[in-house]
């Protein structure tokens, strides 16, 4: 069961709910997140995503914290920054990319990830 909002509007919201077979166990999950475009230069999107697994008679949740920051600081110059964290593995990983578009059809991407 999945409901969005509009998506063209300044604030936005999505909600999913997914039940069924995993691996032979079973799966719930639950997503939310929410998205602000601050201007038509600056995006921050949110999201939450809970699952609760059980395989073969044990049963964990693990959740994973999401945050996204989109900038168009010209026409031809583009940032994206990405955050996550994994509470059942305790993981975090950042990805940040740049992208220049110094002629058309021809993109340079300077990308960064780190994983801790």
Not at 6 to 30: F, I, M, P, Q
Not at 51 to 60: E, K, M, P, Y
Not at 63 to 75: H, K, P, Q, W
Not at 81 to 86: L, P
Request: aromatic share 12%; hydrophobic share 35%; net charge positive.
């Amino acid at each position: 069961m999945t409901y969005q909002s509009s998506a063209g509007r300044k604030v936005s919201a999505r909600t999913t709910l997914t039940v069924g077979d995993y691996y032979g166990g079973e799966k719930t999950s639950v997503n939310v997140g929410a998205v602000w475009r601050a201007s038509p230069q600056l995006l921050f999107d949110l999201s939450l995503n809970r699952n609760d697994i059980t395989l073969a008679g044990q049963s964990f949740t693990a959740d994973v914290y999401g945050g996204r920051i989109r900038t168009a600081l010209s026409t031809r110059f583009f940032t994206n920054a990405f955050f996550q964290y994994n509470s059942a593995a305790d993981q975090s990983v950042v990805n940040v990319r740049l992208d220049y578009i110094h002629s058309p059809l021809s993109d340079l991407f300077v990308a960064y990830t780190e994983r801790r």
